[in-house]
């Protein structure tokens, strides 16, 4: 392995290749680069793969004010300790999972060295893994975005319960999402790996009557 | 065929758009806004259906969600066939082909008749129990006949072909029903700002408004019905939902609404559309605006065709412009029951009388008949009906004051209409699906909603309140009251003026009486779709059934696709009189969702075909499809099975696989199995209390297997967990058990030692995991690797962090194989590729893809077990022959230590893992068969323990299995036999599990 | 189907995002080899069937992965109050 840190009795690892080697999003087979320039331009829903991205899951005390405030030194953003919120800024974003849980994405090639400085400056019991091989992002807008979610997950997303930059994790027709607002017709889900291919042909069935336009 | 019945004029039809419909093979004609029934009627089709038990000829009661009979099959092609349509419902289209659900073989020429008119004195209630039931044998020949017979409809032997989805919704107020209530309400929620849906299953809102000649606010009702649905549509937050049914009414305000988008388009439906759509509600608050239902009056003969409701003659008439005869009787206990004759004396149809049960009639009635010239006869009672197809006539008989018996001479009547009123039945439906009792209020002759827990109101007809301006004001109310409690804006609403009638008292009657007694009076049916008449009541009374609730059972009284909307008081209330008792003292069978009947389509949602259940990939998926492979559901994920080559049979492609891993080098997709990140200073702590054995000294850079029981020292898992480092470790648990072993994990760590430092995370699917096992799997990874793989600095048991053809990997060297293997994990991005490179290195090896089922025989030769396969949740370690497994010394109690030291845990005679060898050795014991231990014994033979897997080996030359043999780890040698179902007894010899290489030298190499 | 307040989530969710685990507050016995084996058997198996108020644990299982009680009404299915581990009910029976 190109580089390995061990440090406090934990390690981190860059595991990411060379750029030669291209790596294949949880949906590189469904081809959605083709999808996008051969398919309809103009429909009620809009999806775009965000694939590739550097995703953490973080675990540590909001208590801890130490390590709150090395959280906010190490990415800019301070900490979202209020449930299911988040913060973020341009290089990354922070999702409340629960009350010790986030996940931070960033820019797919920045994972490791986001870990190497929290490996160096983040105090106390904390946990830092890098689970960018297990999910990817959707971004989902248009007209009818908020009727597919409707249909595929038990939450409101009237805008006076579900607000832009409100996160929540539910069930999303028989797997999971996290789905955070970006604005008011338009959504990130986060998804696992395993279960992509399924809700990608569910979104695809749900987003039917609107019309759905895939977007590279 | 012309459209006799049709009136000149009025309704809400569209005159200038005809519409083709087929009925029974016969083609008619209707119009743009009618309902099946009400173009049925309008051509004067009398009948629609024969009933249940009698066969006796049917025709339409009522003009809503309530009609017993007018139960239709409804599909022009098998694709589309809908059975237990209401005829009532169903709206008109270009088209549309429909049939009677019972009736077998032909409602006219009637082949269950003969069974109906001989069965008709033989089929008492319980007729099934008492008489089908035996002998048993005969059963299905019964069932068969009865089913056909009992026309309950019939599902499409062909797939759907319509599209059916389900929508989560949210509000502030749902209101359920959308006539002067429900609007009322609606209308002032809505202004207060409220989220708001209102629901009607109606084509149209309005509800009883729209049959009505009432002015409401100066306007005729409709109009403002329109006003009120306008101002509706202009509100953001506002959900207007017509053709759609509330359904069932769920814990804490969930509610489920059926939606009926493109029925009202049959076959011209519009393309990508949903045909229907269960809402699923979450509502703060829920507003019952249902209304009430007719009581049609209980009579001889009172199920011939042309006798209906009399708000259903007024509906045809007013709405649709259908007067469903020539000329009409009146039966009524009420007021309300004179509009049929205003109605269709208006009509300029001939009213032959009004036939009113009470003595003394006072007050509007009387002068609006006295206008029409309609003659009354009060104190009197139409006994029974006389035709065959239809009625022809009717007698018409005094009654006494309390209705209980004929007081006098009977005349006959030649009339062929008959509308009956009892009073209304508030539509309590909904508030009792949560448990709710109604209660029975006297002077409303009805039962109206009981105490709930439920964030309930209710407005109008629901409550017993029927004069439209009460009604308005109740719903306004209603809605005020949800905006209030919900902290919403204060609005005023002005009540909408509506002129009130004055009523005067109705009479409680629920069976109109007849000259002979019950028993022997023509049938007088209460419950028409399961011909309950009122006669049976009265038997199974006398039969000892007194609860209403075996009454029900044992009559079948409110048990068909209508929940008995009609039938259910009239029942109770003859029971009651028959037993002596009050209504209250009866009580009331409460019902239950659905309100009326929905298709399969609508609660299976998009949860079909390939959407039915996830189908879990790893990121080799790909791959493994363009090799061939046949593939296993384990949980959801699905695993390459095994891959055949052209022309090979499974059994050939495993004894392949199975050489060419033990010879040169295999490779498996291991990307499924769990995987958990542990951090902290108390991870190794917490790892030694819920494994079984001990984890204090294991070195970073050492792999460690491990069991993990449940308190009660039942295995439930097993894997491999690897020190990262000193506080830091990666678990793996079976397939089947990621998600229940994490959330173990986390529970004894919430609940039980919140005090230990450490955290978990899953990272199953971030890492692609692929085992390459066999004696050449280290040439082979050595070409991909800058790792030294040499015994000396890369033993078994260790792990190490390599580069693997160009990608950072983890790589384990751990054998579930026995062969010398390396587990090797790249982030899952990079899976495929590394997968590839190691194919495109392999071929000189002839590295095997092998599948989950070489992967078992594999293992069983080793005797490896798998969880859940040769165990059962009632097996503990010892009971494994896995004692060095578990480690008693460790200072803490770890989960399932006490659990397996209990008194039965430690018998020497519990079921024992061992291996089996057959004396024949090609034979391979069936999977699951039960061992004994003297093949003579009578049967019942003690059993011993059953052969949890058993394989043929290709490797060793001959069968392999693994059993529970009881006390079988102390008869190493002796011989169990397995008795089969065709007579044949296998048997086998108790050996070790370990049928290769019992020293593990290859997996040491 | 259940309308549940996580009070970690501090929010209502549906009752699919949620498992129910059985009987809350069955603490493990802090040295369970001083059980005799009726002891442990009745922490491992017997638990209360109460009509009314009973105490569950549930985990937001689709949501937080928190584990949480709830004081629920058995008859009615009323939840009265749902409240963090280690913290004690508000709502009993004999409240």
């Known amino acids: 392995m190109s580089e390995v840190i061990n440090h406090n009795g934990k390690i981190v690892a860059d595991q990411r290749p060379a750029d030669d080697i291209a790596g294949q999003s949880p949906l590189h087979h469904a081809d959605l680069n083709s999808l996008a320039s051969q398919g309809p331009q103009t429909g009620g829903v809009t999806i775009q793969e965000r694939p590739l991205q550097g995703l953490l899951n973080l675990r540590c005390n909001k208590a801890d004010k130490k390590q709150v405030t090395a959280v906010k030194k190490l990415l800019g953003v301070a900490l979202p300790c209020d449930p299911l919120s988040s913060a973020s800024n341009d290089d990354s974003v922070i999702r409340w999972l629960s009350p010790d849980e986030w996940l931070v994405s960033v820019d797919g090639a920045k994972a490791f060295e986001l870990e190497a400085a929290f490996q160096a400056n983040m105090p106390g019991h904390y946990s830092l893994v890098n689970v960018s091989g297990g999910y990817t992002i959707l971004e989902i807008s248009g007209d009818h975005a908020v009727d597919v979610i409707k249909k595929s997950a038990p939450i409101d997303v009237h805008q006076s319960s579900f607000p832009n930059d409100k996160v929540v994790s539910t069930v999303f027709a028989k797997s999971g999402a996290i789905i955070r607002r970006i604005a008011e017709d338009h959504f990130e889900l986060i998804i696992r790996r395993s279960f992509a291919d399924y809700l990608w042909i569910w979104l695809q069935d749900a987003s039917r009557e609107y019309g759905l336009v895939v977007k590279r | 065929m012309s459209q006799d019945n049709r009136l000149k004029s009025g309704g809400r039809i569209d005159r200038s758009k005809p519409l083709y419909f087929v009925f029974n093979n016969v083609s008619y004609t209707g119009y743009q806004g009618d309902t099946l029934a009400s173009a049925l009627l309008a051509n004067g089709v009398d009948i629609v259906g024969r009933s249940f038990k009698y066969s006796r000829p049917r025709g339409i009661v009522t003009a809503g969600s309530d009609e017993p009979n007018a139960v239709i099959q409804l599909g022009s092609s098998e694709a589309t066939q809908t059975p237990n349509v209401r005829a009532t419902q169903q709206e008109l289209f270009e088209g549309l082909v429909a049939s009677s659900t019972n009736g077998w073989p032909n409602v006219n020429v009637d082949a269950m008749g003969l069974v109906g008119k001989i069965g008709g004195k033989m089929m008492p209630p319980g007729f099934y129990y008492k008489t089908f039931m035996f002998p048993q044998s005969l059963w299905e020949t019964y069932e068969t006949f009865i089913r056909k017979a009992a026309g309950l409809g019939r599902s499409s032997y062909e797939n759907d072909v319509d599209t059916y989805d389900k929508i989560n919704q949210f509000c502030d107020v749902l209101v359920v029903g959308a006539g002067p209530a429900g609007l009322a309400a609606a209308l002032t929620a809505a202004r207060g700002g409220a989220r708001v849906i209102i629901a009607d299953e109606q084509s149209e809102f309005g509800g009883s408004l729209l049959d009505s000649k009432q002015i409401i606010d100066g306007k005729p009702a409709a109009e403002w019905v329109s006003e009120v649905v306008s101002e509706l549509a202009t509100f953001a937050d506002v959900l207007l939902l017509p053709r759609s049914t509330v359904n069932g009414y769920h814990d804490q305000n969930f509610l489920t609404i059926h939606q009926r988008c493109t029925n009202h388009f049959g076959d011209q439906a519009p393309a990508n559309q949903v045909r229907e759509r269960m809402h699923r509600v979450r509502a703060k608050r829920v507003i019952l605006a249902t209304g009430a239902q007719e009581r049609p009056l209980v009579f001889g003969n009172n199920d011939l065709p042309g006798c209906m409701t009399s708000t259903a003659i007024s509906t045809y008439i007013n709405r649709y412009g259908v007067a469903p005869g020539k000329n009409l009787v009146v039966m009524t206990t009420n007021d309300y029951g004179y509009q049929a004759a205003i109605d269709w004396h208006d009509a300029g149809r001939e009213v032959s009388a009004v036939v009113d049960t009470r003595a003394n009639v006072q007050g509007r009635c009387v002068d609006e008949m006295q206008a029409r010239g309609i003659r009354i006869i009060s104190g009197s009672a139409i006994t029974e009906v006389h035709g065959s197809k239809r009625v022809k006539a009717v007698t018409i008989a005094p009654i006494n004051a309390d209705g209980s018996a004929v007081a006098g001479p009977a005349a006959k009547w030649k009339v062929d209409t008959v509308a009956s009123s009892g009073g209304w039945s508030p539509a309590v439906h909904l508030s009792c699906h949560t448990g709710s009792r109604p209660v029975w209020k006297e002077d409303i002759i009805g039962f109206v909603p009981g105490p709930t827990v439920q964030e309930q109101l209710t407005a109008g007809g629901i409550n017993g309140c029927y004069e439209t301006g009460a009604v308005l004001k109740q719903g306004i109310d209603a809605g005020l009251t949800a905006l209030q409690e919900l902290g919403l804006n204060e609005v005023t609403v002005a009540v909408p003026s509506a002129e009130d009638l004055s009523r005067t008292p109705a009479m409680p009657l629920f069976l109109v009486p007849h000259k002979k007694p019950t028993s022997r009076a023509p049938k007088q049916f209460v419950d028409y779709q399961n011909d309950v008449t009122a006669a049976g009541i009265e038997l199974s009374c006398r039969e000892g059934f007194q609860s209403i609730e075996h009454v029900k059972r044992y009559t079948a009284l409110g048990f068909g696709t209508d929940q008995g909307k009609l039938g259910n008081i009239n029942g109770m209330a003859i029971a009651a009189n028959f037993q002596n008792k009050t209504i209250p003292e009866t009580g009331t069978t409460v019902f239950r969702p659905n309100y009326t009947p929905i298709t399969f389509g609508a609660i299976a949602g998009r949860d079909v075909g390939s959407l039915f259940d996830p189908k879990r990939y790893t990121a080799m998926q790909p791959w493994h499809i363009a090799h061939g492979a046949k593939f296993e559901d384990v949980g959801q994920w699905k695993r390459p099975w095994y891959f055949p080559k052209a022309g090979e049979s499974m059994h050939d492609a495993l004894n392949r696989e199975c050489k060419a891993t033990r010879e040169s080098v295999g490779i498996l997709d291991a990307s499924t199995l769990g995987k958990i990140d542990i951090q902290g200073k108390d991870a190794r702590e917490f790892l030694g209390r819920v494994y079984t054995n001990a984890w204090a000294k294991l070195a970073v850079g050492k792999c460690r297997y491990g069991l993990m029981c449940g308190e009660d020292g039942m295995v439930f898992d097993d894997g491999v967990t690897s020190c990262l480092a000193e506080n830091h470790f990666l678990m793996t648990t079976t397939t089947g058990g990621a998600a229940r072993v994490l959330e173990w994990l986390e529970i004894y760590h919430q609940t039980e030692w919140p005090e230990l430092e450490v955290y978990f995370t899953s990272v199953t699917d971030h890492w692609s995991t692929m085992t390459i096992s066999g004696p050449n799997s280290r040439a082979l990874l050595a070409e991909l690797t800058d790792c030294d793989l040499s015994n000396d600095s890369f033993g078994f048991m260790d792990w190490k962090a390599a580069t693997v053809a160009g990608v950072p990997a983890r790589i384990f060297r751990i054998s579930f194989t026995g062969e010398l293997s390396y587990e090797i994990n790249v982030q899952a991005n990079y899976g495929l590729h590394v997968w590839e490179q190691l194919f495109a290195k392999g071929e000189k090896y002839n590295l095997t893809p092998y599948g989950t089922e070489t992967m078992h025989i594999l293992r069983a030769e080793k005797g490896f077990i798998i969880v859940g396969q040769d165990t059962d949740g009632s097996i503990h370690p010892h009971d494994l022959g896995m004692s060095w497994a578990v480690a008693d010394n460790k200072p803490f109690s770890y989960i399932g230590k006490r659990g397996m030291a209990r008194e039965d845990c430690v018998r020497p005679d519990r079921k024992q893992l061992v291996g089996l060898k057959t004396t024949d050795p090609l034979v391979v014991i069936p999977e699951g068969s039960q061992g004994v231990f003297d093949p003579n014994t009578p049967i019942p033979m003690p059993m011993v323990g059953h052969v949890t897997s058993s394989y043929w080996s290709e490797n060793l030359g001959h069968s392999i299995a693994m059993a529970f043999v009881k006390g079988g780890l102390s008869k190493m040698g002796e011989k169990v036999y397995y008795p089969q179902a065709d007579g044949t007894v296998i048997e086998a010899e108790i050996c070790s599990p370990v049928f290769l290489d019992p020293k593990g030298d290859r997996q040491n190499v | ?95």
């Not at chain 3, 989530?9 to 009726?38: V, W």
């Open chain 3, 1 to 95: 189907m259940l309308h549940i307040f996580c009070p970690h989530c501090a929010e209502y969710r549906e009752e699919e995002e949620f498992h129910s685990k059985g009987q809350a507050h069955l603490a493990r016995p802090l040295d369970p080899e001083a059980c005799s084996d009726a002891e442990w058997g009745e922490y491992l198996y017997f638990r209360k069937n109460p009509r009314g108020i009973h105490h569950e644990l549930w985990i937001h299982a689709a949501g937080c992965r928190k584990f949480f009680n709830m004081t629920r009404d058995t008859v009615t299915y009323e939840i009265k109050e749902t409240y963090k581990i280690g913290e004690k009910p508000s709502v009993t029976a004999q409240s």
